[in-house]
């Protein structure tokens, strides 16, 4: 099994930012990616961003594309997301999920094996 802690998440102003971080422990021997979602209330999850574990390759959704970044430290089975410029469509809870490899896309949902519980970001205007 793996667990998946999210930290990080808060009340900011719009403009402002916020550091998530997702740390994994258990079996995480197989791990092969690491992704941001999102979930407002009423709307489905939305992919943010994602990273490939050892190569280290990133991919964003347009809607977030030069102002978060996403980063991992290996050693530490952690994974952040550096929200800059946050704008009020921004809020929602803010899951991390971990993928032991498949032929599914990590930018879709259901690539993923293991999901935290969540961290809210709320973003006041």
């Known amino acids: 099994q793996v667990q998946l802690v999210e930290s990080g998440g808060g009340l900011v102003q719009a403009g402002g930012s916020l550091r998530l971080s997702c740390a994994a422990s258990g079996r995480t021997f197989s791990l092969s990616a690491m992704g941001w979602f999102r979930q407002a209330p009423g709307k489905e999850r939305e992919f943010v961003a994602a990273?490939?574990?050892?190569?280290?390759?990133?991919y964003y959704a347009d809607s977030v594309k030069g102002r978060f970044t996403i980063s991992r430290d290996i050693a530490k089975n952690t994974m952040y997301l550096q929200m800059n410029s946050l704008k009020p469509e921004d809020p929602a809870v803010y899951l991390c999920a971990l993928d032991n490899g498949g032929l599914v896309t990590i930018i879709q949902a259901r690539a993923y094996d293991y999901w935290g519980q969540g961290t809210q970001v709320t973003v006041s205007s």
């Open positions: 990273i490939r574990w050892s190569g280290g390759n990133t």
